[in-house]
């Protein structure tokens, strides 16, 4: 089973940039599909972005397309998380997690990195 952990949320003005990390360990990355969630607090959890094994396709929240961008780095076991043009309701714990298919369930999940955009 693959482990992983997020690094890089924090605290940021309306309008500012943050790029989260989630650093797989344990398993073989580049055969897994990546995504990134978030919950905010009183909400349920919601995808944010995901991508497929090889960096190929990717998908995105329609309230996050245009200012974040998912990417990977296989050879770093890696995969990222561009938040730019970031607004408070991206406030938010944001999880990375993995899957061994896309029909599979996500079923690795990080601990969690705080997001808070200030106004």
């Known amino acids: 089973q693959v482990q992983l952990v997020e690094s890089g949320g924090g605290l940021v003005q309306a309008g500012g940039s943050l790029r989260l990390s989630c650093a797989a360990s344990g398993g073989t990355f580049s055969s897994y599909g990546m995504g990134w969630f978030r919950q905010a607090p009183g909400k349920e959890r919601e995808i944010v972005a995901a991508?497929?094994?090889?960096?190929?396709?990717?998908y995105y929240a329609e309230s996050v397309k245009g200012r974040f961008t998912i990417s990977r780095d296989n050879a770093k076991s890696t995969v990222y998380l561009q938040m730019n043009s970031l607004k408070p309701e991206d406030t938010a714990v944001y999880y990375c997690?993995?899957?061994?298919?896309?029909?599979?369930?996500?079923?690795?999940w990080g601990q969690g990195t705080q997001v808070t955009v200030s106004s």
């Open positions: 997690a993995a899957r061994r298919t896309v029909r599979a369930a996500y079923d690795a």
């Open positions: 991508i497929n094994w090889s960096g190929g396709s990717t």
